[in-house]
């Protein structure tokens, strides 16, 4: 298994521009999850979802889409990008089959600057 | 609403020696999940431990170990004889049934050769 992969690993966008970040996991989860994590601090849920056609709002939402149309596949989609929102996102998946203690696996994290 | 706090920002302490990384966290749920995780240079989010809140017994792995006192809302990780490889960011989580993960702010951790 590939496990939780995302793409691109780098990006650089000019204000205004739109992009999706993409994210698959193999693991057949059905919860999957983005983060971002700005410089020194812990990751912040931006949003998740619990299976196909389900998805909600995290911390800090504002200025991001999501869909998630298979299993296997959670784009974030940022419109109109704006510095602040310079960061390292991070996807994530579970199976909450898997037991009652709750892992969630991560990907390797896509770098974005806005300037 | 859920809090994570790190205090340490920084820590440093000499190959095969212990260390201990403070958590606290408020949450007013009575079930919930605590995880500490490491990251790397490579920023890939590895987990450490994990414990389930209504276990009473700390949880261990290997040279990693957590004093769990839910009473002091506290989470701590003992990291013993540790290795150069240890050297990474902790990040101590509170998870609670609605699936939002609330992280700290982390600890920086340098192993000293």
């Known amino acids: 298994n590939a496990g939780v992969t995302q793409t691109p690993k780098f990006r650089i966008l000019k204000i205004g521009q739109s992009m999706t970040l993409q994210c698959a996991q193999d693991?057949?989860?059905?919860?999957m999850y983005w983060y971002r994590q700005d410089p020194g601090m812990g990751l912040k849920l931006i949003y998740y979802?619990?299976?196909?056609?389900?998805?909600d709002k995290g911390e800090v939402p504002n200025g991001y889409n999501v869909s998630r149309s298979t299993t296997e596949d959670f784009p974030l989609r940022l419109e109109l990008a704006a510095p602040s929102q310079t960061s390292v996102y991070f996807c994530?998946?579970?199976?909450?089959?898997?037991?009652?203690?709750?892992?969630?696996?991560f990907g390797p994290g896509t770098r974005l600057t806005v300037t | 609403a859920q809090t994570v706090t790190q205090s340490q920002p920084e820590m440093s302490v000499q190959e095969a020696e212990t260390v201990t990384l403070s958590c606290t966290y408020d949450?007013?749920?009575?079930?919930?999940?605590l995880f500490w995780y490491k990251q790397p240079p490579s920023r890939q989010m590895i987990l450490v431990i994990r414990?389930?809140?209504?276990?009473?017994q700390n949880a261990t792995e290997n040279r990693f170990s957590v004093n769990f006192q839910k009473a002091a809302k506290s989470f701590s990780l003992k990291i013993s004889d540790s290795q150069l490889g240890d050297t990474a960011m902790y990040f101590c989580?509170?998870?609670?049934?609605?699936?939002?993960?609330?992280f700290g702010t982390g600890t920086r951790l340098t192993i000293i050769p």
């Open positions: 979802s619990v299976g196909a056609g389900i998805t």
């Open positions: 989580a509170l998870l609670f049934g609605n699936e939002k993960l609330t």
């Open positions: 414990q389930e809140a209504y276990k009473q």
């Open positions: 693991m057949n989860h059905n919860y």
């Open positions: 994530a998946s579970r199976n909450p089959a898997s037991g009652s203690v709750s892992e969630q696996y």
């Open positions: 949450t007013s749920e009575s079930n919930y999940y």
